[in-house]
Structure formats: structure tokens, C-alpha cells
């Protein structure tokens, strides 16, 4: 599984590197660090035999009911991908949904997504939008999409965003 990842990542690379090469700004582009790696597959049964593919692979594996569908966070243990990628996520498809399986998406640090906009304002030809979730209040991130794949520009890591919503549910809990 993991080789299929990394093979998918590199032509996920590839795309990119020509996204960067067409821009104004490229250094604000070239900056962009690749924090994690987002695998959809189909349904619940494939869903269970990559993370348990992955789990001999992994320090942590973080699983979270989302949107009507498992998502699992895969931190692994002793090797990364490509640009030092060493999380992850490994999604099912949303209920109804008839997306590709495969690479959906990388998740790029960025400290400041708010900074980002105007920098995708000048760059004519990105089609990009803000996007969130209903699970951490706040939480967003910018999609852009380039060359039928996607980048989310991130202020947070996958990790962040565990622990917030574990964070959370520690509150309920105790209070």
C-alpha cells in the first residue's frame, strides 16, 4: 500500500511542481510544506484492509466518524514519503458520493491561511475556495484545485486537529 501511495505522491509532485512554474509568486508556492496525504477508497470493507495494511506501519493510527464516514489518521512509524510526508489519511467515501479512489488530496502547512488570499486573488487562473468542517469550531482551511487533484492550504497540522477534537471531547466529559 505504502508503494502505491509514494508512486501516486510523485506524480501528485509532478502536478504540483508545474502549478508552482505557472504562478507570479512562486516562492510564497515553493514555501507550502507537505504535511499529509489523503487516500479515499470506496467502501468500509477496503477502508478496514489498507488501515490494517498500515497498521504494522504506524505509531499512531486515529480514527474518527466524519460527514457519515471512517477516516482514519495514519502517523507512521518508520519511514515517510516523499517530502517527508509521514501522515496519512485513509477516507472513505462520503455516503452517495461516487468520487475516484485513490489520491484526493496533500494538505500543505501554511501558518497563515488567512495571509494566502491575496496571493490567490492575483493569481488569475487558481480556482480556489475556503473550505471547513462541523467538527472544530474555527477550523478551515483553502482548497485549490489544479490538474483534476486538489492542495488544502492548512495553519494546522492533522495532528492539531486530533488532539482539538480530542481536546473536545474531553471537555464533555468533564464538565
Known amino acids: 500500500m505504502i508503494e502505491e501511495i509514494q508512486t501516486a505522491l510523485t ?3 509532478s ?3 508545474t502549478f508552482i512554474d505557472a504562478r507570479t509568486d512562486e516562492q510564497f508556492f515553493k514555501q507550502l510544506r507537505m504535511t499529509a496525504v489523503g487516500w479515499k477508497v470506496a467502501d468500509r470493507e477496503t477502508y478496514d484492509k489498507v488501515v490494517a495494511e498500515l497498521h504494522d506501519q504506524a505509531n499512531h493510527i486515529i480514527e474518527t466518524w466524519m460527514n457519515g464516514r471512517w ?10 514519503l516523499s517530502n517527508g510526508v509521514t501522515i496519512i489519511k485513509i477516507m472513505q467515501r462520503r455516503p452517495g458520493s ?6 484526493d488530496h496533500v494538505d500543505f502547512y501554511s501558518p497563515s491561511v488567512a495571509a494566502c488570499e ?5 493569481e488569475k487562473d487558481i480556482r480556489w475556495t475556503h473550505e471547513s468542517n462541523d467538527i472544530i469550531e474555527g477550523y478551515g482551511w483553502i482548497s485549490i484545485w489544479f490538474d483534476n487533484t486538489e492542495a488544502k492550504l492548512k495553519s494546522d497540522t492533522v495532528l492539531d486537529i486530533v488532539s482539538a477534537e480530542l481536546q473536545q471531547a474531553n471537555k464533555r466529559i468533564t464538565s
Open 11 to 13: 506524480s501528485y509532485e
Open 15 to 17: 502536478k504540483w511542481q
Open 71 to 80: 477516516v482514519a489518521k495514519v502517523l507512521l512509524r518508520d519511514k515517510s
Open 98 to 103: 461516487d468520487d475516484a479512489v485513490g489520491l
Open 118 to 122: 491575496p496571493i490567490l486573488k492575483a
